[in-house]
């Protein structure tokens, strides 16, 4: 009778241990431990970005069953993870969010696999994953520099990448043919990288400011574009380069 | 029992045969194959029929339509999981499976109530909830991902790890308090195996009935609650009530097994292919 009480006893604490383990795993979320804020930090709209070929009605569509992240890690990729459970309607759902060490390929592998249709194969050029926009304060060609990286690293190159050569750098501008699989936002040279990529939803949302900043340094005089650029932003860059240390290969 | 899951371990070490889930999972990256009740929920929650889902889920209903239910005791990993903590929990073989045969109507109640009930929600929610939130199988599958992640020292979603690993623990506390209560009243995936049952080619058959001494012993061993006392009781009378093709019955071979222990002579209950007349 002993040894039965002692297991009523184990099971008991192993419930106990499942319902907080329920109830944490609300809490934690996919927070990231960056010091400083990410780029365009003032645009805080957050949405969450689906591997490519994600249909619309992909949240309703995704049972989970993991088919995708697994194929991706096998590839050696490594870009699909799940969600937690802070995203209520969309959790445990495949998504693209560490795009500075493993952004998506556009492989469509994972599109080839998914058993229910959430993903559907399209060709690279319209994939719809989201779009990347670069933070003017940020990159180095927007601050008297010229450095191509990211236009480099783009599968598209120059169907996304304009630029506004000045002689305040080369300005690259990423137009709406962006696919969204972050492969700038991994080559950017900037600590920390001075490219993030906004869902479609968010980039509906933040369009209208991001174009009206984008306006405004094109049309700064050149007093105005050399303050912004001396006193303001290199130093901030600087200062990213110190705290984001990483190795590039 | 051990062999398919064992084949879906295999794609963490590179052999790509059959690489996913139990709740979806793609056969050597050509054919797709989904969970009968997953297919069925996304259908309710995307209210769309797409021939994606169709071509995903036909060779898994060809296969269940000759094996039936055997899903849950041959492929389930959780048949395996639950066999260990009964064992822990009062030696397996003495174990009494409460709720055989009378209560079997009442069960069919609650079991229908609830994989109704998941799949209304998911009709109102427009997300596959049992299937991407409760699945046993999801969580198992998503669980050892994120312990593979942790491996490969790829990042972590640890919020996903903790819910998937706490409700699988929370599963199997369950099956120490209430045997096989899961599998029986509440796991719709089982259910949904369960009506491929009613047209499968294989059933249960009671053969020999003169040399049957209504010992009952697979009826005291069979741990789905199939009516099995009432089946040879209904076989020996000369009826044709109960055609061995019972909704909770997984082919264990649980009561095969006991009753050929019994029997020296081969014992009676067959499982048997084709709709043979008896």
Known sequence: MRRRNFLKIVFYSLGLIAFSGIGLSFRAGRGKNTVLPSPLGEFTEDGLIHPPGAVDDFVSKCISCGVCGDVCRQLGYSAIRFTGLKNSQSSGVPIVDDMRDHPCTLCMECTKVCPTGALIEVPKEKVRMGIALIDFSLCLGWNGDVCLSCSKACPLGMKVFEFYNSEWGNQPYINENCTGCGYCVKFCPVGGSAIRVFDLNSYKRLKDRYIQWFKSILTMSDDERYDLVYTQNLPKILERGKEFEREYQ | ?278
């Open chain 2, 1 to 278: 029992m051990f062999s398919i899951f064992a084949v879906f371990m295999l794609q963490f070490l590179g052999v790509k045969i059959l690489v996913g889930s139990l709740t979806g999972s793609v056969l050597l990256y050509k054919i797709s194959l989904i969970d009968l009740y997953a297919f069925f929920e996304v259908i309710l929650a995307s209210k769309k029929l797409t021939m994606v889902l169709v071509l995903s889920v036909l060779p898994v209903v060809v296969i269940y339509l000759i094996f039936g239910r055997a899903f849950c005791g041959w492929v389930c990993p959780f048949d395996f999981l639950f066999k260990l903590v009964d064992k822990l929990k009062n030696g397996y073989a003495r174990l009494k499976w409460k709720g055989n045969g009378s209560y079997v109507k009442k069960q069919n109640l609650i079991s229908w109530a609830f994989i109704i009930s998941m799949l209304l929600l998911s009709l109102a929610l427009g997300i596959p909830v049992f299937s991407r939130y409760i699945s046993q199988n999801t969580n198992l599958f998503r669980f050892i991902g994120e312990l593979i992640n942790v491996m490969k020292g790829l990042p972590v979603n640890f919020g996903v790890m903790i819910f998937s690993a706490s409700l699988i623990l929370l599963l199997l506390v369950f099956e120490f308090f209430f045997p096989r209560q899961w599998c029986r009243n509440f796991c719709p995936v089982g259910r949904a195996y369960g009506l491929l049952n009613k047209v499968s080619l294989i059933r249960l058959s009671f053969e020999n009935m003169d040399l049957c001494k209504e010992c009952f012993v697979c009826d005291l061993k069979c741990y789905m609650g199939v009516p099995l006392k009432e089946f040879i009781e209904s076989r020996k009378k000369g009826e044709a009530g109960l055609s061995g093709k019972f909704i909770n019955c997984i082919y264990c071979g649980e009561c095969i097994l006991s009753c050929q222990k019994v029997q020296s002579g081969g014992g009676n209950i067959r499982v048997k292919f084709f709709n043979a007349k008896k």
